[in-house]
């Protein structure tokens, strides 16, 4: 089966411009997530679907970060404006959920901000 | 809400030698523990999981884990690595709301 999809894979913008990240779960899975990944630091959970519903956003900075998840299918992940420190890796991850609990990633998007 | 440690940033480590990466976790509610695997420019791949049962659990490639509550650790070992191991572990765990949280990750770095 094919696996969870990303685009662009490296993405480099000036502070204040806009990004937008895009993710393609595994087919038939029903949650996603969006992860940050700095540098030296292990993954943090920004945003959660269950389907397109938001099941958790609590550590999403809404202020410049935004997300949807159309059709509960594929997702993009924007931020506006961007600043120095969200130069990191953006990872989406999916998982069937019910008792798989066993989440699936993508190969993330690479950002730097100057 | 739970959280994770991960004892070692850095491990090298020579080729056929013996490798444990140390994990330990707090939480107030029953958890469920994972070990990830980076390779360089690669995604997050699941290399074990404790979810219940047995308090061993293996991976395909000869890792195993054992979760130790009265310790709350989820140490991760391999009796003898290969050049093809040199990636970054992530130790992770979850309680019954599908969320993961990561530690910071190890870097096993084999050598020759």
């Known amino acids: 089966e094919a696996g969870v999809a990303q685009s662009p894979r490296y993405k480099i913008i000036e502070k204040r411009q806009s990004v937008a990240f895009w993710c393609n779960p595994i087919s038939g899975h029903a949650t996603l997530y969006w992860y940050q990944q700095i540098l030296g630091q292990g993954p943090k959970l920004l945003i959660q679907?269950?389907?397109?519903?938001?099941?958790?956003d609590s550590q999403l900075p809404k202020d410049r970060f935004s997300a949807e998840r159309l059709k509960g299918v594929d997702s993009t992940l924007k931020i506006q404006p961007a600043k120095l420190e969200d130069s990191a890796v953006y990872l989406c991850?999916?998982?069937?959920?019910?008792?798989?609990?066993?989440?699936?990633f993508g190969p993330g998007t690479r950002l730097t901000v100057t | 809400a739970q959280s994770v440690t991960q004892l070692d940033s850095q491990v090298p480590v020579f080729e056929e030698a013996p490798v444990e990466l140390r994990c330990n976790y707090s939480?107030?509610?029953?958890?469920?523990l994972f070990w990830y695997v980076q390779y360089p420019n690669q995604g997050l791949q699941l290399l074990l999981k404790y979810l219940s049962g047995s308090t061993l659990v293996e991976s395909i490639n000869g890792f195993e884990a054992e979760f130790n509550k009265s310790q709350t650790s989820f140490h991760l070992r391999k009796p003898s690595v290969h050049i093809s191991d040199t990636a970054e572990y992530f130790c992770?765990?979850?309680?019954?709301?599908?969320?993961?949280?990561f530690g910071a990750g190890t870097t096993v770095t084999v050598r020759a």
């Open positions: 991850a999916s998982s069937q959920g019910g008792e798989a609990y066993e989440q699936y």
């Open positions: 939480s107030s509610v029953s958890v469920y």
């Open positions: 679907f269950q389907n397109n519903g938001v099941v958790d």
């Open positions: 992770a765990v979850s309680a019954d709301d599908y969320k993961l949280s």
